[in-house]
């Protein structure tokens, strides 16, 4: 089992970028909960209103609109594990998140790749998501797989299944994979579960963790919702992963970007802990600013750093796992 290096951590060494402050969090996190208290969320699904209606929320069933107490909020915060451990096939590979301890992943999903024989652009396959498995499974410095790549040479109604099979066949490390459904979720799972041996044996020892995103600005769409509740009730980590877009899909300053990303996150993490308290969740961040002049999501920018190294520092605040990336 691998317990990783601390950052920013106040040790005798070791490097940090301590954007915000703890006064700066504190305002975030009251932003944030006025968003969720006063605007609320839009979310789509029946079976998630019924949920956030018998946990304290209050619902309107017509206009799909859900507005949290900051009780409610909070409560679901402190519910949440703040130690997870993510397990491989092979227990050597186990990665344990935990405080401010740091480890990698591949990032996903690409589309096309230049094709390493001919070298012609092409769309990606089934093949090519088992051979960035074997890749990453052999590169030390990398503690889990995510799904590099799409496979579209397979009936995209059922694709993320597809996906799971070439992921947990060829690598030995954690996988991260998006269901994106209810219904390929629980084939995933049944999946997860045939190879680990039992459902109690994947839940003591769970090979695959599973995320979604969702719609900025402050949507919960039926799909997301679908993932957030049946990971949960399988006691399968989730992550909600926001994609707001600063300039686009929410403010223009990053700060009050900050403040979208953290309601539609923590309205992820709240749907998981009124489904069953304690489910493990993961704090996720994709979002980054919009380039004003092409309408493009800009990746590998100021930008972009100072908003994944905010959202480290809110996952730490919140005592959260968490997952940042495009950076």
């Given at each position: 089992?691998?317990?990783?290096?601390?950052?920013?951590?106040?040790?005798?060494?070791?490097?940090?970028?301590?954007?915000?402050?703890?006064?700066?969090?504190?305002?975030?996190?009251?932003?944030?909960?006025?968003?969720?208290?006063?605007?609320?969320?839009?979310?789509?699904?029946?079976?998630?209103?019924?949920?956030?209606?018998?946990?304290?929320?209050?619902?309107?069933?017509?206009?799909?609109?859900?507005?949290?107490?900051?009780?409610?909020?909070?409560?679901?915060?402190r519910?949440?594990?703040?130690?997870?451990?993510?397990?491989?096939?092979?227990?050597?590979?186990?990665?344990?998140?935990?405080?401010?301890?740091?480890?990698?992943?591949?990032?996903?999903?690409?589309?096309?790749?230049?094709?390493p024989?001919?070298?012609?652009?092409?769309?990606?396959?089934?093949?090519?998501?088992?051979?960035?498995?074997?890749?990453?499974?052999?590169?030390?410095?990398?503690?889990v797989?995510?799904?590099?790549?799409?496979?579209?040479?397979?009936?995209?109604?059922?694709?993320?299944?597809?996906?799971?099979?070439?992921?947990?066949?060829?690598?030995?490390?954690?996988?991260?994979?998006?269901p994106?459904?209810?219904?390929?979720?629980?084939?995933?799972?049944?999946?997860?579960?045939?190879?680990?041996?039992?459902?109690?044996?994947?839940q003591?020892?769970?090979?695959?963790?599973?995320?979604?995103?969702?719609?900025?600005?402050?949507?919960?769409?039926?799909?997301?919702?679908?993932?957030?509740?049946?990971?949960?009730?399988?006691?399968?980590?989730?992550?909600?992963?926001?994609?707001?877009?600063?300039?686009?899909?929410?403010?223009?300053?990053?700060?009050?970007?900050?403040?979208?990303?953290?309601?539609?996150?923590?309205?992820?993490?709240?749907?998981?802990q009124?489904?069953?308290?304690?489910?493990?969740?993961?704090?996720?961040?994709s979002?980054?600013?919009?380039?004003?002049?092409l309408?493009?999501?800009?990746?590998?920018?100021?930008?972009?750093?100072?908003?994944?190294?905010?959202?480290?520092?809110?996952?730490?605040?919140?005592?959260?796992?968490?997952?940042?990336?495009?950076?």
């Open positions: 089992m691998k317990r990783n290096l601390h950052a920013g951590k106040r040790l005798s060494g070791g490097l940090s970028l301590n954007i915000l402050t703890d006064d700066e969090l504190d305002e975030i996190h009251l932003a944030t909960l006025e968003i969720l208290e006063k605007t609320g969320l839009f979310v789509e699904d029946e079976e998630a209103l019924a949920i956030f209606d018998g946990g304290g929320a209050f619902v309107d069933a017509k206009k799909k609109i859900v507005k949290f107490p900051s009780y409610v909020v909070e409560d679901c915060v519910s949440a594990p703040s130690k997870v451990v993510l397990a491989g096939r092979d227990p050597q590979n186990d990665i344990v998140l935990e405080s401010n301890r740091v480890g990698f992943t591949n990032f996903g999903e690409g589309v096309q790749l230049v094709d024989v001919n070298g012609q652009l092409r769309q990606t396959t089934k093949s090519d998501v088992a051979d960035s498995a074997k890749l990453v499974d052999y590169l030390s410095d990398v503690d797989y995510e799904r590099a790549v799409g496979a579209h040479d397979v009936p995209q109604e059922v694709g993320a299944i597809h996906c799971a099979e070439a992921c947990l066949s060829n690598t030995t490390k954690h996988v991260l994979i998006s994106i459904n209810g219904y390929q979720l629980e084939k995933i799972v049944a999946m997860a579960t045939a190879i680990a041996g039992s459902k109690d044996k994947l003591e020892r769970p090979i695959v963790s599973l995320d979604t995103c969702p719609v900025s600005p402050l949507k919960l769409v039926r799909d997301c919702c679908e993932i957030l509740i049946g990971s949960a009730r399988h006691g399968i980590l989730t992550m909600a992963c926001s994609m707001a877009m600063a300039g686009g899909s929410s403010p223009v300053h990053l700060a009050g970007t900050l403040v979208i990303h953290n309601a539609e996150v923590l309205g992820g993490l709240m749907l998981t009124l489904t069953r308290k304690g489910a493990p969740f993961m704090y996720g961040s979002t980054t600013a919009m380039d004003l002049r309408g493009t999501a800009v990746v590998g920018t100021p930008e972009c750093a100072m908003i994944n190294a905010a959202v480290a520092r809110l996952a730490r605040y919140y005592s959260l796992p968490c997952f940042v990336a495009g950076g």
